[in-house]
């Protein structure tokens, strides 16, 4: 199949997309300025012009909540965040507007946005330039979150993101762009909600998203020279998860590791551990691993930035971890 | 009233300072030895020495992803600045900050930000604090003509102007903000007439001129101080590097070389030289002194910088929380 970088993946989606729909426009800083976010809106200014991919000044919260108005009387907005950390002055039009409306007005309207928070981190830019906060989103009920790792999805999500009536919150990480993958050139959808199984494998599930599906596949290939066989599960979409595909994987594996780029507490993993204990507890054969991001904001120093960072290694630990651990503590217990 | 002469080789110093700071950085990023994001203050110099000028130590100033400027005019230590930019655990932030956050609570450097826009309700809450304090301090806030857009510009002028706070906000207008010109980014030119709406006077100065700079916020320093409230000044100027290092031609790609070129024949230092010149207030001599003196303090700097360590990993958990 033809092959595509991530970026690219993205930027073809939004070609076909507005191509399309007349009704799809772009809006966001940077827009005009293919180097701004990355080459994702390369060629569509000169194709679709002022009136469809508006450059926008520094007003966030203004634009993103005029995305909200313009969605709810006939458009399908799509507002880029070129660094979701610039996003936070959106957070009124996000949780109050756009994820409340259908609801307080009774399902009479609704807002089919796409909201696109793009995750920038690294490279010595510290606390204000380097987060991952698609947890915050996550919580809001309202809202949907997908967050792609590989080019297939990336334009796949994009697509059911700017067709699905609800505002959805499509996240993704520069350290993605790059990366080369199977993209097929007509238009198609991949459902949002739905995870994959990336990976089989029978010892421990290892479920992540986004760039932390590229670690925990790296770190599977490590186990797997060790003779330990790893499922992995990409997640897809974090909101609506796809619970029965953790459960179904965990009732095989009896194990679980969940990688995520957040940070720990109150996050993604956190939710994930929480359904798995809360559905199917007795399947469990150890206690869950999370690898994440510790508690703690992004430093700048490149040698805090090397320790911060989960990877395949962290991931790698936490399944040796947990696989040498004999029994869960609880199962100890009730022999005794 | 006019400039003294020591005031005039004072504003000259710091802007020779951060013109060598900043070619100093830029040299070290081309060679690979400073990572990150260095937004270069090269051609706004006057800005910051003239309004830091006018300010006490014991004023406050808030500054942006732009502040090497703002933070050396106000009395930043070079030696602390450069090992924050290499990620030393010697520099301002300990390493956790890096170029675009330098703060000294000690000089009233509050903070610089990475967020467009976020300075300006920090500095309002900071003058709010030196009003209900009695303390007599006053604020300068710093941001640029793209950060006038953003919402905390309007929020931030109407409640400093409702309290009458003593608060003076300084808009860097350098004509673009990243790769966006002015007039594509909002319908008027002058930004200082938007003090209009909010009742308190807005002052449109040439930013390339220190002298201009300078007796335009000593008077704002002085309303504020008197408890009128705050002001705005808008300095009219242009950054001769690109958004950031990095950013290729120096920012051709969205800017005429030759309007680059023009604005570099307005060099803020430049014309102060010449009025100090003009004035005999200093020779050809002593201006090399003076830069001999800052390229002293500046090598010392980047070696300090250099044989300093950079922190443990497990100093990744501390200061999240303050201690006890
Ligand atoms: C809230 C927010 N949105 C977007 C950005 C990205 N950004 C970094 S610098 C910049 C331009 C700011 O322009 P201006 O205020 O004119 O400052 P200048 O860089 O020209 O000094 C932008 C948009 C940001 N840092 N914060
Ligand atoms: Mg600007």
Known sequence: ?336 | MGITKQKAIELYSVMVKIRMFEEQVQDLYARGMIPGLAHLYIGEEAVAAGVCGALEREDYITSTHRGHGHVIAKGADVRYMMAELFGKTTGYCKGKGGSMHIADMAMGILGANGIAGGGLPIAVGAAFSAKYRNSGQIVACFFGDGSSNNGTFHESLNFASLHKLPVIFVCENNLYGISVSQRMHQPIQDIAIRATSYDMPGVVVDGNDAVAVYEASLKAVKRARAGEGPTLIECKTYRWRGHHEGDPNLGARYRDREEIEQWKKRCPIKRLEGRLLEERWLSRRKMEEIQKAIAQELDEAVSFAQQSPYPAPGDIFTDVYVAG
């Open chain 1, 1 to 336: 199949m033809r092959q595509l970088s991530f970026s690219l993946a993205i930027n073809e989606a939004l070609h076909q997309m507005m191509s399309s729909d007349e009704s799809v426009f772009l809006i966001g800083q940077g827009v005009k300025s293919p180097w701004y976010v990355g080459n994702t809106a390369r060629g569509l200014f000169e194709k679709f012009g002022p009136e469809r991919v508006i450059d926008t000044p520094v007003s966030e919260n203004a634009i993103t909540g005029a995305a909200v108005g313009a969605a709810l009387v006939g458009m399908r907005p799509i507002v880029v965040h070129p660094r979701m950390d610039f996003m936070m002055y959106a957070m009124d039009p996000i949780v109050n507007e756009a994820a409340n409306w259908h609801y307080m007005f009774g399902g009479r309207s609704s807002v089919p946005v796409v909201i696109w928070g793009i995750i920038n981190r690294g490279g010595e830019q510290a606390a204000q330039h380097s987060q991952a906060l698609h947890s915050l989103f996550a919580h809001i009920p309202g809202l949907k979150v997908v967050m792609p790792s590989t080019p297939y999805d990336a334009k796949g999500l994009m697509i059911s993101a700017i067709r699905d009536d609800n505002p959805v919150i499509y996240i993704d990480d520069r350290w993605l762009y790059k990366i080369e993958g199977d993209v097929p050139e007509q238009i198609y959808s991949v459902p949002i909600g739905k995870g994959i199984v990336r990976k089989r494998g029978k010892d421990v599930t290892l479920v992540s998203a986004s760039y932390m599906v590229v670690e925990s596949m790296k770190a599977s290939e490590l186990l797997r020279k060790e003779g330990i066989d790893v499922e992995v599960i990409d997640l897809r979409s974090i909101k609506p998860i796809d619970e029965l595909l953790i459960f179904e994987s965990v009732k095989k594996t009896g194990r679980l590791v969940i990688a995520d780029a957040g940070w720990k507490t109150y996050g993604m993993a956190a939710e994930i551990a929480a359904i798995v204990a809360e559905n199917i507890f007795d399947e469990l054969k150890s206690p869950i691993q999370r690898v994440t991001l510790p508690d703690v904001p992004a430093p700048a120093s490149s040698a805090l930035e090397m320790v911060y960072y989960p990877n395949a290694t962290h991931i790698v630990q936490a399944i040796k971890k947990l696989l040498s651990g004999k029994e869960a503590p609880w199962r100890i217990k009730s022999v005794s």
